[in-house]
């Protein structure tokens, strides 16, 4: 079956500007994460959202919101974009909690 | 703090040698335990789950340990190959009502042929 799908696969931006990143996960699945990957930082947990409702939220400022709608598809928007916000971004999904967990290829963001 | 340690940072074997690599987690209350393999520029490929009342888990020339007393995980591989490697991730999940994992720094694996 297929597995997860991240769109755009990368993205060039400008600071100030805003970004959606939407991911496609694996059919039956309902739990959608997102993460953030930086050499720095390594892989910081951004949301969860399952059955279109945000279950846990990290540590990330406001500008970093989610969504998830009724096919399980989820978008992640960030706005305001700055420089720091340069990094991988991947999304993962399962059928819920405690089920191993399946990525995507990421979507590279660059902020210029 | 929930927090999850990989040593070493890196490692370099000739092709052929069996290997550990090492997780370490500060919270025993684990739900599950996963590790993963990334190439560079790309997603993770997930390779093992361990839920918390297992010991370990095996997949072809890979077996991964969990030991929550001593809050540590292994992950063994064995016969090394040039295409092992990767940078080996593990996560760590505490449970409630989130699939949200805590992942290590990673170790950056080489083997030569």
């Known amino acids: 079956k297929a597995g997860v799908t991240q769109t755009p696969r990368y993205l060039i931006k400008t600071r100030g500007q805003q970004v959606t990143l939407s991911c496609s996960p694996i059919?039956?699945?309902?739990?959608v994460s997102w993460y953030q990957q930086t050499p720095g930082q390594g892989l910081q947990f951004l949301f969860e959202?399952?059955?279109?409702?945000?279950?846990n939220k990290g540590n990330f400022p406001g500008r970093f919101s989610g969504r998830q709608f009724s096919n399980s598809r989820s978008e992640m928007n960030v706005s305001t974009l700055e420089l720091g916000d340069s990094a991988l971004y991947l999304c993962?999904?399962?059928?819920?909690?405690?089920?191993?967990?399946?990525f995507g290829p990421g979507t590279r963001l660059t902020v210029t | 703090k929930q927090e999850v340690t990989q040593i070493p940072a890196a490692l370099s074997v000739p092709e052929g040698e069996n290997l550990v690599l090492n997780c370490s987690f500060t919270?025993?209350?684990?739900?599950?335990l996963q590790w993963f393999r990334q190439d560079p520029g790309k997603g993770l490929t997930s390779l093992l789950l361990?839920?918390?009342?297992?010991r370990e888990q095996t997949s072809g020339r890979l077996n991964a340990s969990l030991d929550k007393s001593s809050g540590r995980s292994t992950l063994y591989i064995a016969a090394s190959q040039p295409g092992d490697s990767a940078t080996y991730l593990c996560?760590?999940?505490?449970?409630?009502?989130?699939?949200?994992?805590?992942f290590g720094t990673g170790t950056l694996l080489a083997v030569q042929p």
């Open positions: 996560a760590a999940s505490y449970g409630g009502a989130t699939n949200k994992l805590i």
């Open positions: 361990i839920q918390s009342s297992q």
């Open positions: 993962a999904s399962s059928r819920d909690r405690g089920h191993e967990q399946y």
């Open positions: 959202y399952f059955s279109e409702t945000q279950r």
């Open positions: 059919s039956g699945h309902r739990s």
């Open positions: 919270d025993s209350a684990i739900y599950n």
